[in-house]
């Protein structure tokens, strides 16, 4: 982000006030899982890196009377995430089943190392010349990222219709970054998306309009944010399609890999107290590969 505010104080003149920050955290992560009858267990192993940038100056354009500061802030990190998944599926007749789900990660904390420089400094003919260096230091410290546990359902009938909801939440109240806590609060997010295929099986003389997945969803979420005593929410509306490819047969079952178009119509926080308000459209292309690899020869 890229902020500049402009006021005019009293004996002073104009003054420039710019924040910019930017940067992020990756995540590299290896997952696997397993299956105890109807019992399905997964847990994702991942390595948090990156860093983020931040940047704040004030400037005063219209006198050379006093000096400009700017403040620059850098944090990096690097350290191990867990995360881990549940389902459990119960099948009834006439196709009927229903799978119970839940997701989760356990309180952590990410190793840290923050750099700070505060200097004041002169701005001639557009070159800024650095005067005085008021913050010099580096220090390493721990930044603990909340718990988050999930669940959720889905209700399937065969290959037809399919059902699911699901509920989350994260503790960011806990939230503790360089000694500093009680910034944020408990966010949550809920969802629900049905899909419909008319006839998954249909045949190459009937319409491929009978192959496709149809899907539509809705999702509500709260920041961890509270700005001026004012909660910040979400509300997305989703609408997708399935495309599947040709199916064919590998050993005794067939394979199809699906092409997967969405769209996201959402809107972001609000205009009251003063906040700002994000109406936004995304688009998304998914892809689906179920190759079979790795298959043992019968005959050499």
């Given at each position: 982000y890229n902020i500049l505010t402009q006021q005019t104080q009293n004996n002073i003149g104009q003054v420039n006030y710019s924040y910019t920050g930017q940067g992020g955290i990756n995540q590299l992560f290896w997952g696997n899982g397993f299956k105890i009858k109807n019992l399905y267990v997964g847990a994702n192993l991942a390595f948090l890196f990156g860093n983020f940038t931040y940047t704040s100056r004030d400037s005063f354009p219209t006198s050379s009377y006093f000096l400009n500061t700017k403040y620059l802030q850098k944090t990096t990190f690097n350290?191990?995430?867990?995360?881990?998944?549940?389902?459990?599926?119960?099948?009834?007749?006439?196709?009927?089943?229903?799978?119970?789900?839940?997701?989760?990660?356990?309180?952590?904390?990410?190793?840290?190392?923050?750099?700070?420089?505060?200097?004041?400094?002169?701005?001639?003919?557009?070159?800024?010349?650095?005067?005085?260096?008021?913050?010099?230091?580096?220090?390493?410290?721990?930044?603990?990222?909340?718990?988050?546990?999930?669940?959720?359902?889905?209700?399937?009938?065969?290959?037809?219709?399919?059902?699911?909801?699901?509920?989350?939440?994260?503790?960011?109240?806990?939230?503790?970054?360089?000694?500093?806590?009680?910034?944020?609060?408990?966010?949550?997010?809920?969802?629900?998306?049905?899909?419909?295929?008319?006839?998954?099986?249909?045949?190459?003389?009937?319409?491929?309009?009978?192959?496709?997945?149809?899907?539509?969803?809705?999702?509500?979420?709260?920041?961890?944010?509270?700005?001026?005593?004012?909660?910040?929410?979400?509300?997305?509306?989703?609408?997708?399609?399935?495309?599947?490819?040709?199916k064919y047969k590998v050993g005794e079952t067939y394979s199809q890999s699906v092409v997967n178009l969405a769209v996201e119509m959402g809107q972001l926080g609000t205009t009251t107290n003063e906040l700002i308000r994000e109406r936004y459209m995304r688009v998304v292309v998914g892809f689906t590969l179920n190759d079979r690899w790795f298959i043992k020869r019968k005959y050499d």
């Open positions: 350290d191990l995430y867990y995360s881990f998944g549940l389902q459990y599926k119960l099948q009834f007749r006439k196709g009927w089943s229903v799978t119970f789900g839940a997701t989760g990660s356990m309180q952590t904390s990410l190793n840290t190392q923050q750099t700070t420089l505060d200097i004041n400094y002169m701005n001639v003919l557009g070159v800024e010349v650095d005067k005085d260096t008021n913050i010099n230091a580096t220090k390493n410290a721990k930044i603990i990222i909340p718990m988050t546990i999930g669940g959720g359902i889905v209700i399937k009938k065969s290959e037809k219709l399919l059902v699911g909801l699901d509920y989350s939440v994260q503790d960011w109240s806990s939230f503790n970054s360089f000694g500093e806590q009680g910034l944020l609060k408990n966010n949550q997010k809920a969802s629900v998306g049905i899909q419909y295929i008319p006839d998954k099986n249909a045949g190459r003389g009937e319409s491929y309009a009978k192959k496709i997945f149809y899907r539509v969803g809705f999702r509500y979420a709260d920041s961890y944010l509270d700005l001026n005593n004012t909660p910040l929410k979400e509300y997305t509306l989703t609408f997708g399609a399935g495309f599947p490819l040709r």
